[in-house]
């Protein structure tokens, strides 16, 4: 099963960059100098467009196969999931408490008995409106 899958996943990115090589090498319609002023426009809704030809078909074929590929890629990424069995809670390693030199206490030391500041100057109070010097 991981080797189909590893095969559809280079058909899709092979296909991938064959689109991206395919549109970037085709001639755009707009390409031209007069059909930015209008002129070869023709009754058409888009223009006017003869026949396909191989570039625009091979971008079409390389399309679907990278459709398929990515449909394949997406059932076979959810059998996959069905297979394993369990949720995620099934897969969460259970840890063995650590006793010993390595152990974390459970307790927390009581914080050491700090002295008490000094005491502060007294302040002289002044009368309310008289300035202090």
Do not use: C, E
């Not at 307790?107 to 300035?131: E, F, K, R």
């Amino acid at each position: 099963m991981n080797m189909m899958f590893n095969l559809v996943v280079v058909v899709q990115v092979i296909s991938a960059l064959s689109i991206i090589a395919l549109v970037l090498l085709q001639h755009g319609k707009g390409a031209d100098m007069g059909a930015a002023f209008g002129s070869g426009a023709s009754g058409s809704l888009f223009g006017a467009t003869g026949s396909s030809n191989f570039m625009s078909k091979s971008t079409g074929v390389a399309a679907a196969i990278f459709f398929g590929a990515t449909l394949a890629l997406s059932l076979m990424a959810n059998q996959r999931a069905t297979t394993v069995g369990g949720g995620v809670m099934d897969k969460v390693v259970k840890r063995v408490p650590v006793t010993g030199a390595g152990a974390i206490p459970t307790t927390v030391p009581a914080a050491p008995a700090a002295s008490a500041p000094a005491a502060a100057a007294p302040v002289a109070s002044t009368p309310a409106g008289a300035i202090p010097k």
